[in-house]
C-alpha cells in the first residue's frame, strides 16, 4: 500500500475461534490495517499482542468504541453481546461487520435492524460466508436470470462432523440450539437464493437423540429438520445433523417450474477422487471453516470494498433478522412439538 491508498482501519471485537479467523483473514487483506482488540480474556490479548504487536489492547468496550482511529468493527463477541455493541458501534460513528447470528432473539434482531435505519450512511452487516462463497454466488445468479422459472421449494443442511468431546457437549448447552447455531446458516443462504422480501407463515421442526441423548436435556437434537412456509406458495427445509460420520457436508438444493440447481452435492476439500477395487473416495472438510475459507475471507474483502469504494455487496441485515426469526421459531416448535405460526 502507498501513502495515498484508501485504508479501513479496523477494531476487532473478540478474539475467540471466530474472531481469531477473522483477524488472520484481515491480516491478510489488502486495505485493511486491525488498529485494536477488546477482550477480557487474557489469553486473547497475549495472542493479539504476538501477532499484531502495534495494536491497541482495550479491557473496556466504551474505551474501545471511542477511539478516533477506528472506522469498523468486526464483532465475534457472544451473541448475548452484539445488539449493545452494535448499538453503540453506530452511536460513534463506525461501520459494523458483526459475527451471525446478529442477536440472540428476534425481538433484539429487529431493534438492531430498525435501529440501523437511522444511520444510512454507515454500512451495517452480519456475516454469512456462504453469500461469498462462488458457487452459491453462481447459484443465485442463475436464479435472478429464471433459468429455474418460478421458485417452488428450497432445502438447504448442514451436517457437522460427529465430535465426542467435552467441550462440543459444553458448547451445546449455550449454543441456542441446532436451528439458532448452525442451520441459521442454511435458512439465511436460503434467503439469499430466494432474493425476495417472502414473508413467513408457518414453521415447524422435529428431531432426534440418538446418538447424543444428553442433548435432550438443553431442549436440542443431534438430527433435526425443519420446514417453514413462505407467503404460502413456497416451502423451505433445512437439515441439521451433530453426527455426521465422514465429516462435514453441506447442500443445498432449489427446484423450480423449470428446473433445479444443487450447491454441494458432494462437498469436498479437495476436487481429488482415488478409485481402487475398494470403490472410490474423496476428502471430506472436516468443518463448515475449512470447507468455506475462500468465502470467510471474500466476505470481508466485500466488507472493505463496500464501506471504501461502495461496491456491490450480498449483505442484507433485513435477512439476518429474519434468519434469527425463523431460526428461533424451529427451536421452539422442537421443544413444544408444535407449528409455530408467525405474526404477520
Not at 34 to 48: D, N, R
Not at 129 to 152: D, S, W
Not at 179 to 186: E, L
Not at 222 to 235: W, Y
Amino acid at each position: 500500500m502507498t501513502k495515498t491508498d484508501p485504508v479501513l482501519r479496523v477494531g476487532a471485537v473478540g478474539a475467540g475461534r471466530m474472531g481469531r479467523i477473522h483477524i488472520d483473514n484481515m491480516l491478510e487483506t489488502r486495505f485493511v490495517e486491525v488498529v485494536s482488540l477488546v477482550t477480557v480474556m487474557e489469553s486473547e490479548k497475549k495472542w493479539m499482542k504476538e501477532l499484531v504487536p502495534e495494536a491497541k489492547i482495550f479491557d473496556n468496550y466504551d474505551e474501545f468504541i471511542s477511539d478516533p482511529n477506528i472506522d469498523a468493527v468486526v464483532i465475534s463477541s457472544p451473541s448475548g453481546f452484539h445488539k449493545e455493541h452494535v448499538f453503540k458501534a453506530m452511536e460513534h460513528g463506525k461501520h459494523v461487520f458483526c459475527e451471525k447470528p446478529l442477536t440472540e432473539n428476534p425481538e433484539t434482531a429487529w431493534e438492531v435492524y430498525n435501529k440501523s435505519l437511522e444511520y444510512p450512511h454507515l454500512k451495517i452487516c452480519c456475516a454469512f460466508p456462504r453469500r461469498y462463497c462462488q458457487e452459491y454466488v453462481e447459484a443465485a445468479k442463475a436464479i435472478r436470470e429464471g433459468r429455474l422459472g418460478t421458485i417452488t421449494t428450497l432445502r438447504s443442511q448442514c451436517t457437522d462432523k460427529y465430535d465426542p468431546s467435552e467441550y462440543f457437549v459444553n458448547y451445546i448447552k449455550t449454543s441456542g440450539g441446532i436451528f439458532v447455531d448452525s442451520s441459521i446458516h442454511d435458512i439465511d443462504i436460503c434467503l439469499f437464493l430466494l432474493g425476495q422480501d417472502k414473508k413467513a407463515g408457518q414453521a415447524f421442526a422435529t428431531g432426534t437423540t440418538n446418538v447424543f441423548p444428553q442433548f435432550a436435556e438443553f431442549g436440542d437434537v443431534d438430527d433435526g429438520m425443519g420446514v417453514v412456509t413462505l407467503d404460502g406458495d413456497l416451502v423451505m427445509n433445512v437439515y441439521g445433523c451433530r453426527n455426521n460420520a465422514h465429516g462435514h457436508h453441506t447442500m443445498t438444493e432449489v427446484r423450480g417450474s423449470k428446473g433445479r440447481l444443487l450447491v454441494n452435492p458432494e462437498p469436498r476439500l479437495l476436487n481429488l477422487e482415488i478409485s481402487s477395487n475398494l470403490g472410490t473416495n474423496y476428502a471430506a472438510a472436516k468443518d463448515h471453516m475449512e470447507l468455506f475459507s475462500a468465502a470467510y475471507k471474500a466476505e470481508l474483502v466485500g466488507f472493505r470494498d463496500w464501506v471504501l469504494f461502495d461496491k456491490e455487496h450480498n449483505f442484507n441485515l433485513k435477512d439476518a433478522a429474519k434468519a434469527v426469526t425463523i431460526g428461533h421459531a424451529l427451536q421452539t416448535s422442537l421443544r413444544k412439538n408444535s407449528p409455530i405460526k408467525f405474526n404477520t
